[in-house]
């Protein structure tokens, strides 16, 4: 059996609300209704371009990304990551570093997605077999008597 260390999660930075002062809380309050205003303004959020923008999309997913949009990342999260760093005393080196790795594993996720079947390697064939759906048994009559159902 493993046995795991939790250790390094007492010391882990927890942004605990309730001890924040008024104007924290309203600070950061008015982040997250400026981020829904712009989402909402933006509308879809799966399109990878509303949330990072045109110029971080077309890098991260190396399509052709047509117009300029100024993405919810760069912006209004970025607005609120460097806020809550603020409250927790983290250096803005720091929140830097963890934007980039964010960035990172995004595009590793990205990349994944976009992959098609006979791109990936393996030792067996890849055959894409269509899913097969559930065949209904129609009966001749479609109405039934009760006694079909032991009803009489």
Known sequence: MIELDVKPLREFLILDVKKLDKKNIEELASLFD?????A????NAK????????ELARELTGRNI?????????TVIREIDFKIAEILNIPQNIVDVVRNLVLQLI????????AKPEALKGS???IVKPKK???????????????????T
Do not use: I, Q
């Open 34 to 38: 400026k981020l829904e205003e712009k």
């Open 40 to 43: 909402r303004e933006l509308g």
């Open 47 to 54: 399109d990878v371009e509303n949330v990072f923008g045109s």
């Open 66 to 74: 047509k117009g300029e949009k100024d993405g919810l990342f760069n």
């Open 107 to 114: 595009m590793r996720r990205l990349s994944r997605v976009e």
């Open 124 to 126: 067996k064939e890849f």
């Open 133 to 151: 759906k559930r065949s209904r048994k129609k009966s001749s009559n479609p109405s039934a008597t009760l006694d079909k159902f032991g009803f």
